[in-house]
């Protein structure tokens, strides 16, 4: 068995860690290129998920930025004083 083939027979049976691993590549080259070649790396994502089966949105991972603001808490403001409305019930 020739080395070409051994390759396919690993990327076959690891498409799911393929797909993470060129996935986490291109999101560390986007940052570090400023993302001079988003697109051609969105692409490869795409390629790269399609390949193991996962639905077309889960080839575009989220952004750091998006991840950061999801996990700080929310707080409401009023418009008058602008200090955080407590949602805590009075007791």
Known sequence: ???MN????F?????ERIADGVGK???MVD????????????KADEAAAKFA???KDAAVPET?????????????QT????????ASPAD
Request: aromatic share 2%.
């Open 6 to 9: 051994s390759a396919k027979k």
């Open 64 to 76: 750091a930025d998006a991840a950061v603001a999801t996990e700080q808490p929310a707080t409401a």
């Open 53 to 55: 089966g996962k639905p």
């Open 25 to 27: 590549a291109t999101d």
């Open 31 to 42: 940052k570090k290129t400023h993302g001079k070649y988003h697109d051609k790396l969105e």
């Open 11 to 15: 990327a076959l049976k690891n498409k």
């Open 79 to 86: 418009p008058a004083d602008s200090s955080p409305v407590d």
């Open 1 to 3: 068995m020739n080395m």
